[in-house]
C-alpha cells in the first residue's frame, strides 16, 4: 500500500466519507490552469465580482483603529447582533431580539453549526434539490440521513408543497432549502411558501432552515419572502444569512442565525468549544453593512439581472442546451444531458462531471458539474462576471459542444 494510502487511512472515518466540495475543487483546478498560463474563464466559484462598498470598509479601518483586537463574545457583538435583529424586522417582517441572534464565520458555518445542534444520528433533513453542494456533506457530518427531494425543470427547478407532504416520515427533524436557490437561482413566492409552510405547521416536530443568503439579488417584482414571518411557524425557523452576496463580502466571513432562544443558545454553546466569537473587524464592518444603506446592494443586483438576460439568452441557442430562466441569484444551470454519450473523438462525455472536467481541460472554461448540487444532467455556471467574460465563455462552450458528435 502507498503512504499515502495508509495515511488516508488514518484519518477519521467521517474524513473519509467526506466528498470535497465541487465548487472550492472546479475552482482550485482553474486557478492551476490559469497559473500554467492557460486563459482560463473562471466561472465556478460563485462569488461576486465587485468590491465591498467603500463605507463598509470604512468602518473596518475604524475598528483597527479603535482597537478591537481583542476576542469578541461569542455570539457576536451586542451592536452587531441588534444591527441583526433590526435588518431582519426591516426586511424581512421577522421579529427577533438580539438574543437569538448568533452570528459565525460565514453562512456556511451559521449552516453547519445549526445540523450539529438539531439532528441525532440517523434523523432526517429533507433537502429541496437542486441544493448547494455542502448541504449533503454537513448532514453527513452529523450522522444524519439527507433525504433529496427534487424541484422538476418543468416547475422552475422548485419542490411543491405535495412533494414535500409526502417525502415526510416520523424521522424527519429538518427541513432545508435556499431561496433564491443555489445553483438553480429559482426564488420560491410567498403563495410557494406558505403553502409549504401550512405542511410544515401541522408536523410539529420538523425545523426549517432557511438559506436566504441570496436574498437581495433576486429579480422578481414581488421580492422576496421569508418563512420565518409566518406566525405559526415562527419558533421553528432558523433564518441563515450573511454578507457575502450582497454586500460582495465573501472573504470577511460573517454569516448568522435568527433563531428560538434555545437553537441560538445550542449554536453559541458549540462555537464556545470549537471556534469562539467571529473576527472582531469583519463583525465591525457587518455592522456598517446592515445598519447602512442598500444602493451599492442594489446596483450590484441590476448588473446581476443584465448578466443573467445575457447568459441565459446565449446559452438558448446552443443546440441540445435546456435553460431555465433564473429570478435571482448569480447562477445558470443548463440541462446538458443532450450531450452525455458524445464524444470528440477520443473522449466520450458521459455525465456532468465529465462534461464539466472536459469543458475546462479543453475550452479553458471552468464551470461546476450538476451532479454534487443533486442534478447529474446540468452544469452550474456563475454569472458574476463582466459581461465580456461571460460573453467569450459561452461562446467557447457553444464552439466546443460543436465538435461533439
Ligand atoms: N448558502 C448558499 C446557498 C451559498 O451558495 C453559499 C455560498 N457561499 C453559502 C450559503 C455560504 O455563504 P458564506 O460565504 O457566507 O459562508
Ligand atoms: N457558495 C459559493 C459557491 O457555491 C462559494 C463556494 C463554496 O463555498 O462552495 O460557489
Known amino acids: 500500500m502507498s503512504a499515502v494510502a495508509e495515511q488516508t487511512q488514518v484519518l477519521a472515518d467521517r474524513i473519509n466519507a467526506l466528498e470535497e466540495s465541487s465548487t472550492l475543487a472546479m475552482t482550485k483546478m482553474a486557478r492551476e490552469l490559469a497559473a500554467q498560463g492557460h486563459k482560463v474563464i473562471s466561472l465556478s466559484v460563485g462569488e461576486p465580482d465587485f468590491k465591498t462598498p467603500a463605507f463598509i470598509c470604512e468602518a ?8 478591537f483586537h481583542g476576542y469578541s463574545p461569542v455570539a457576536g457583538y451586542p451592536d ?17 431580539k438580539p438574543e437569538n441572534i448568533v452570528v459565525s464565520t460565514g453562512a456556511k458555518h451559521s449552516l453547519a453549526n445549526v445540523i450539529q445542534v438539531l439532528v441525532n444520528p440517523g434523523d432526517e433533513v429533507l433537502i429541496f434539490a437542486p441544493y448547494w453542494v455542502s448541504y449533503s456533506e454537513m448532514v453527513k457530518l452529523a450522522e444524519g440521513k439527507s433525504v433529496i427531494v427534487e424541484g422538476a425543470f418543468e416547475n422552475g ?3 411543491t408543497a405535495a412533494q414535500l407532504e409526502a417525502a415526510i416520515t416520523p424521522r424527519t427533524k429538518v427541513v432545508m432549502y435556499a431561496s433564491p436557490n443555489n445553483p438553480t437561482g429559482a426564488v420560491y413566492s410567498e403563495a410557494e411558501l406558505r403553502e409549504i409552510g401550512a405542511v410544515l405547521e401541522k408536523h410539529e416536530g420538523i425545523y426549517v432552515l432557511a438559506d436566504e443568503i441570496y436574498e437581495y439579488i433576486n429579480f422578481t417584482e414581488e421580492g422576496h419572502f421569508s418563512m420565518g414571518s409566518i406566525p405559526a411557524l415562527k419558533d421553528r425557523v432558523i433564518t441563515v444569512n450573511g454578507v457575502a452576496k450582497g454586500f460582495a463580502m465573501t472573504g470577511w466571513r460573517i454569516g448568522f442565525i435568527g433563531a428560538a432562544k434555545w437553537i441560538a443558545d445550542g449554536v ?6 470549537v471556534t469562539s466569537g467571529t473576527n472582531s473587524i469583519a463583525q465591525k464592518a ?3 453593512a446592515f445598519n447602512g444603506p442598500l444602493d451599492a446592494t442594489k446596483e450590484m443586483t441590476k448588473a446581476y439581472a443584465r448578466r ?13 442546451f435546456k435553460v431555465n430562466v ?3 441569484a448569480f447562477y445558470a444551470f443548463p440541462d446538458v444531458s443532450y450531450y452525455f454519450g458524445k464524444s470528440d473523438g477520443t473522449n466520450v462525455i458521459k455525465d456532468s462531471d465529465d462534461f464539466a472536467n472536459w469543458l475546462l481541460n479543453n475550452s479553458y472554461v471552468s464551470t461546476v458539474a450538476g451532479s454534487g448540487f443533486g442534478a447529474p444532467n446540468c452544469i452550474r455556471i456563475s454569472t458574476a462576471a463582466a459581461d465580456e467574460s461571460l460573453a467569450e465563455a459561452v461562446q467557447r462552450i457553444k464552439d466546443a459542444v460543436a465538435t461533439l458528435k
Open 326 to 328: 433564473p429570478d435571482g
Open 308 to 320: 443573467r438576460d445575457l447568459v441565459v439568452g446565449l446559452l438558448k441557442e446552443i443546440p441540445g
Open 268 to 273: 453559541e454553546k458549540l462555537q464556545g468549544q
Open 80 to 96: 452587531l447582533r441588534k444591527a441583526i435583529a433590526d435588518k431582519l424586522k426591516r426586511d424581512n417582517n421577522i421579529d427577533w
Open 157 to 159: 427547478f422548485k419542490v
Open 286 to 288: 457587518a455592522t456598517a
Open 60 to 67: 473596518a479601518k475604524k475598528a483597527i483603529d479603535d482597537g
